[in-house]
């Protein structure tokens, strides 16, 4: 007679399904993220398979993000069935390792459409100061 499931036999737990996500570590206003193999229903701060990575999502004195992985397990885990979280695909897409997610795309079209307006505000306001100071010197 096979045991259920839930009797610890292993037998759920090889089957269930797996997902790489961010497991949040760090300190107060200084988060710092554990890239990790879990079980997909359970929460961030339950017992993990695998730590696969790193993620430092606060710009270092360079203004670098730093990002490690371990891409030998992560195709590991890929190739196993794993899903991944959209932080994660992110990340991964932009490593080279998957195509590039949709999201990235987009934050960086936000991101030079501010950039644009930034510095036409600055050119208006350049201008403006300028003509100002003309003006002034001129009388």
């Keep these: 007679m096979s045991l259920i499931p839930a009797s610890g036999t292993g037998k759920f737990w090889a089957h269930s399904a797996k997902i790489i996500r961010f497991a949040r570590h760090g300190c107060t206003n200084r988060p710092f993220y554990h890239i990790v193999v879990m079980e997909r229903r359970k929460g961030q701060h339950q017992p993990v ?3 696969i990575g790193t993620y430092d ?13 371990n891409f030998e397990r992560v195709r590991h885990w890929l190739g196993s069935g794993a899903h991944l979280s959209t932080p994660v695909a992110e990340l991964l897409g932009i490593a080279g390792l ?3 997610h949709p999201r ?14 930034l510095a ?3 050119a208006a306001s350049q201008k403006a100061g300028g003509s100002a100071q003309t003006a002034e010197t001129s009388s």
């Design 120 to 122: 036409e505000l600055e």
């Design 49 to 51: 398979i695998e730590q």
């Design 98 to 100: 998957l195509p590039v």
């Design 57 to 69: 999502p606060i710009p270092n004195e360079y203004n670098e993000k730093l990002v490690s992985f």
């Design 104 to 117: 990235t795309y987009m934050s960086a079209w936000r991101s030079r459409q501010t950039a644009e307006k």
